[in-house]
């Protein structure tokens, strides 16, 4: 349903479930393949990439703009995230998207809502230890946009590596109908992964937050070059952080790109991760490397 040439059209704003249900409903008895990005809006590149590759596949692209309240902390950023759904839908116009999902709280958690998913053991370690209920809310809200809208694929980030591994697996264990693709992470000119919360830095922390994707680019190198040890690679990679003065490291990691369990002696394929505080921002990135 893409539009051709320069031509640009909105796209329809949904603010019920029984609406977007109803929409997907009719979609695919027509016959109509589903793609589905969510997100949580402050559209950047990063998420256009996700929405171009749903709409080259699919013949309906539904994305979602929700700000999840669940997968926020006490002492998080919910009140001051950003929030721009007018030039949002501008730039989703560009693509020939048909739907946007724009629920309230209410809508998505109800008065006396109560019930939450278990996210799978993926979940426990990097941003369960730092983060504790973050994956039960990120969990929570995507099966409930997989049940509100059936979509055939469902589109995510590599930058968020733990959720779309968690997000695969829940997918996987509830026998859920839909195929989850992961897309490549979106970097800024200089190397730096976009990301919603980049606004809230200075330009002297943009330029310290570089360090981050140097690590990763460090870790890369390291292994191409032969070193196996994951010690070594770490050791160096938060050394990087180190140097430019990023001195609150969440975790500087190198897993198995499966089940997230730090390596020792690298064999195979890993991924490398990130996360840091630059200023009052924390930043995650990842690299799968191999």
């Excluded at 704003?13 to 969510?38: N, Q, S, Y």
């Excluded at 109908?177 to 980049?198: E, K, Q």
């Excluded at 360090?211 to 870790?219: F, H």
Aim: net charge negative; aromatic share 4%.
């Amino acid at each position: 349903m893409a539009e051709t040439g320069d031509e640009k059209r909105l796209p329809r704003i949904v603010h019920t479930k029984r609406e977007i249900r109803e929409a997907v409903a009719a979609a695919r008895a027509a016959g109509k393949t589903i793609g589905l990005v969510p997100t949580m809006g402050a559209l950047h590149d990063g998420h256009l990439s996700l929405v171009q590759r749903s709409v080259a596949e699919c013949d309906v692209t539904v994305v979602t703009i929700f700000v999840n309240p669940t997968q926020f902390g006490p002492s998080e950023d919910l009140a001051k995230y950003p929030r721009t759904l007018e030039t949002d839908v501008a730039a989703l116009a560009k693509y020939g998207v048909d739907w946007v999902f724009v629920p309230s709280d209410d809508e998505m958690y109800p008065p006396g809502h109560s019930t939450f998913v278990e996210p799978p053991a993926v979940a426990d370690r990097l941003e369960g230890e730092h983060r504790p209920g973050h994956m039960r809310g990120v969990a929570t809200i995507v099966l409930k946009l997989f049940n509100v809208i059936p979509a055939d694929i469902a589109y995510f980030g590599q930058k968020d590596c733990q959720q779309s591994v968690v997000i695969r697996r829940m997918a996987e264990d509830l026998d859920l109908p839909i195929r989850v693709v992961v897309c490549p992470t979106v970097r800024d000119s200089h190397g730096l992964a976009l990301s919603s919360r980049n606004a809230y830095m200075s330009p002297g922390e943009r330029e310290q937050a570089l360090a981050i994707s140097r690590s990763l680019r460090v870790a890369a190198e390291l292994i191409a070059g032969g070193e196996r040890s994951g010690d070594v690679v770490r050791q160096r990679m938060r050394q990087v952080l180190i140097d430019a003065r990023i001195t609150q490291i969440d975790y500087v990691a190198l897993v198995d790109g499966d089940s997230l369990v730090e390596v020792g002696e690298i064999a195979g394929p890993v991924v490398a991760l990130v996360a840091a505080h630059v200023g009052k921002t924390r930043l995650i990135d990842n690299v799968p490397i191999g």
